[in-house]
């Protein structure tokens, strides 16, 4: 079993940044990826970045140029950045860590953005 333990959510206004924290009760190497995801309030929950084991990123596009994801295998540890924050990018943020044949979550630390 894994734990993933999120921080770093909170209230910012629009244009501010957040700093969101996921860390791992045990090494993040042997996943295949760690990915942060968000569930907006009515939507269903959406990939927002993602980065392999090997270090390639993915991005939504609504993140792309504003978010930065990034890993420290030595703390066992996943972080986004967020720039340029918006009110649509309020929402419930989830760490994800995929490994061969399950998916772990965190519980979710809430992001609100007010404009």
């Known amino acids: 079993q894994v734990q993933l333990v999120e921080s770093g959510g909170g209230l910012v206004q629009a244009g501010g940044s957040l700093r969101l924290s996921c860390a791992a009760s045990r090494s993040i190497f042997s996943f295949n990826a760690m990915g942060w995801y968000r569930r907006a309030p009515g939507k269903q929950r959406e990939l927002v970045a993602r980065i392999t084991s090997g270090g390639s990123r993915n991005y939504a596009a609504s993140a792309k140029g504003r978010f930065t994801i990034s890993r420290d295998n030595a703390e066992n540890t996943v972080y986004l950045q967020m720039d340029s924050l918006k009110p649509e990018d309020t929402a419930i943020y989830y760490c994800?860590?995929?490994?061969?044949?399950?998916?772990?979550w965190g519980q979710g630390t809430q992001v609100t953005v007010s404009s």
């Open positions: 994800n860590a995929d490994a061969v044949s399950l998916a772990y």
